[in-house]
């Protein structure tokens, strides 16, 4: 069965391929528009007081939800051209963090845990 990432992504290959932007989309491009899309995202939230950020106005919220769009293409985007399954990267990545951040040993904690044996 297909999932709505696996939709998202087919989609945005037909997206790219009618424009001929598959030349411009290398990982390495990718990246880096996925990182101005997180900057935008980022400015958004900029000089909202914690309580602010946790209840934006509506027409801040509107530009929120565009920005995540946006980075959550480019994303979907990347993994694609890469080879890479999202959802099973993320899946391991928090069965990595369940083992390195024991929620008896972190629970309420901001500590960053040792380093994973996947980040070597």
Known sequence: MTTELERLAVRLREFARVR????????KN????????????????QWLTADESKNPDPGALARMRTELGDVTLYLIR??????VD?????????EDNDRRYAADRYRGSAEKAPPSSHDA
């Not at 001929?20 to 990982?27: A, C, G, L, R, Y």
């Not at 990718?30 to 995202?41: N, Q």
């Not at 990347?78 to 080879?83: M, S």
């Open 30 to 45: 990718l990246a880096m528009a996925l990182a101005g899309e997180v900057g935008e995202l980022v400015a958004e939230f």
């Open 86 to 94: 999202l959802v099973e990267a993320a899946q391991a990545k928090l």
């Open 20 to 27: 001929d932007w598959e030349q411009f989309h290398t990982p």
């Open 78 to 83: 990347l993994a694609d051209v890469l080879g």
